[in-house]
């Protein structure tokens, strides 16, 4: 069984940064793909970042976040990181990391869709003012 418990949101002004956290514990597979969803009052839950399992350290970014986020791993601390910046108001929402998905591979369709993944954070609270 892996949990996830996730920190780092709060409240900052349009422009600027945040960097989350994810700690995990239990069982990590190696192709497992990790990533942070968020979801915003009366929308889907969509994918933000993902690193893809494997090893090779091959990320997706959601269009809407290429080039503001980052997303990386520290494994000998088991936590995933989502660092945030040029922070904009559309990106108000719930923030939760995920873990599963087996032999998640780079590119891989299912490393998207938030129904394949089993495990879950209880989500932080990313609010930004303008």
């Known amino acids: 069984q892996v949990q996830l418990v996730e920190s780092g949101g709060g409240s900052v002004q349009a422009g600027g940064s945040l960097r989350l956290s994810c700690a995990a514990s239990?069982?990590?597979?190696?192709?497992?793909?990790l990533g942070w969803f968020r979801q915003a009052p009366g929308k889907e839950r969509e994918g933000v970042a993902i690193?893809?399992?494997?090893?090779?350290?091959?990320?997706y970014y959601a269009d809407s976040v290429k080039g503001r986020f980052t997303i990386s791993q520290d494994n000998a601390k088991n936590t995933l990181y989502l660092q945030m910046n040029s922070l904009k108001p559309e990106d108000n929402a719930m923030y939760y990391c995920?873990?599963?998905?087996?032999?998640?591979?780079?590119?891989?369709?299912?490393?998207?869709?938030?129904?394949?993944?089993?495990?879950w954070g209880q989500g932080t609270q990313v609010t930004i003012s303008s």
């Open positions: 239990g069982y990590i597979y190696s192709t497992y793909c």
């Open positions: 995920a873990a599963g998905v087996y032999d998640c591979y780079s590119g891989s369709s299912r490393a998207k869709q938030p129904h394949e993944y089993p495990y």
């Open positions: 690193i893809y399992g494997g090893g090779d350290g091959s990320t």
